[in-house]
């Protein structure tokens, strides 16, 4: 099935390549995009954006194309901050994605202290020996695996994949998700979901704040790391040093938005948009 929005707002390139998802490849004119165990192909034709799928309605949801965010893009240039007025502007094509929430559980712990080619290697490996095979239109592919899946290996495992140290971080958590599950989070506001899953092993402040934005949809959590103290300096003039202070002014800055500005800011300044 197909279905088709304006690029304007949905732009493949933006959407993928700006660090918030790791499953998605190169594909004929645009991207195989894979989430928990469904696939689609996505790509832009003209002043539209075209996504294919045997699975519509959760990829409209997982597109978040029930937002307007030509709104969201007016609210953060009504700021009056140059560098974000830029930012909006050049990344507009930009959308928060609606992630399975287990599989941004692993994928962040996963990418910690990690770049994006290997991440995304780590996670294709994990998927390939842990998955499900699936098939689509378009040949072949594998689920991410279920927290009891992951939860079934040993530490070896996933040092034999490429995780290195965070191999104690995934059989931890792991082992708790599939006794737990996650439903108990998705009711939890941003600061006490975020409070919660500081409690899981291998996951920090800033994993965790990326957790609650792609894969809780917390939009008011804001995610900080080298990039976004660099934008703090560089863009608006900030002297604090300790990063949990730099999320509090940004959180308190943008509000329930934060999350939304915080990926115009980072990815226009990491692409030089």
């Not at 918030?20 to 002043?47: E, I, L, N, T």
């Not at 609650?212 to 900030?238: A, H, K, Q, S």
């Not at 934060?258 to 990491?270: C, E, T, V």
Request: glycine fraction near 8%; include cysteine.
């Amino acid at each position: 099935m197909k279905f088709d929005f304006d690029s304007t707002y949905f732009v493949p390139e933006d959407v993928l390549e700006c660090g918030q998802v790791f499953r998605y490849v190169p594909f004929k004119q645009g991207y195989a995009v894979y989430s928990a165990d469904k696939a689609c192909y996505v790509r832009r034709d003209g002043a539209k954006t075209v996504v294919e799928t045997d699975w519509p309605d959760y990829f409209y949801n997982y597109f978040d194309l029930d937002r307007d965010y030509a709104a969201i893009v007016a609210l953060a240039k009504k700021f009056g901050i140059p560098a974000l007025t830029h930012a909006a502007h050049a990344a507009k094509g930009l959308r928060l994605l609606n992630q399975n929430a287990e599989e941004t559980i692993f994928s962040f712990i996963i990418s910690q202290n990690n770049n994006i080619p290997r991440i995304k290697g780590i996670i294709e490996r994990m998927c390939m020996g842990l998955g499900e095979k699936r098939e689509w239109q378009y040949g072949e592919y594998y689920s991410f695996p279920t927290a009891g899946e992951i939860a079934s290996r040993p530490r070896e495992y996933y040092r034999s994949i490429g995780a290195g140290y965070r191999d104690e971080y995934l059989c931890e958590t792991g082992k708790r998700i599939a006794a737990e599950g996650v439903e108990h989070l998705k009711s939890l506001d941003g600061r006490a979901l975020r409070a919660s899953l500081l409690t899981y092993k291998g996951v920090g402040p800033k994993v965790a704040d990326c957790i609650c934005l792609f894969g809780f949809g917390r939009g008011e959590n804001f995610p900080v790391d080298t990039w976004m103290e660099r934008i703090y300096r560089e863009d608006f003039g900030g002297t604090l040093k300790d990063r949990k202070k730099i999320n509090e002014y940004f959180c308190s800055l943008f509000g329930k938005y934060a999350g939304f500005i915080q990926q115009y800011l980072f990815y226009s300044k990491r692409s030089h948009l």
